[in-house]
């Protein structure tokens, strides 16, 4: 399992929800290789999984059952309830 958090640019806020996500991932004990990256670099292909905020979902071109949508990127509750929801647990 791959998942990839994405920002617009691949630096600072991507690189912050990979941490989150990765301390999530954790508290909920589910295995993933998790990275970052812009959203000009992300394809379908390159991850199972891709965590965004809201602002640029909706342009990333990528399956909707592959996203999953972050409203506040600094919440930590809000990415591990929506991870949670993504792998039911």
Request: some cysteine.
């Amino acid at each position: 399992m791959k998942i990839m958090a994405v920002c617009g640019s691949g630096l600072g806020s991507s690189f912050m929800m990979e941490m989150n996500i990765k301390k999530v991932l954790k508290m909920i004990d589910v295995t993933a290789d998790v990275e970052h990256s812009d959203l000009g670099s992300v394809t379908p292909d390159v991850a199972d999984v891709f965590v965004m905020a809201k602002d640029i979902a909706y342009s990333a071109n990528l399956p909707e059952d592959k996203v999953i949508i972050i409203n506040n990127i600094i919440d930590l509750k809000e990415i591990e309830q929506k991870v949670r929801t993504y792998f039911n647990k």
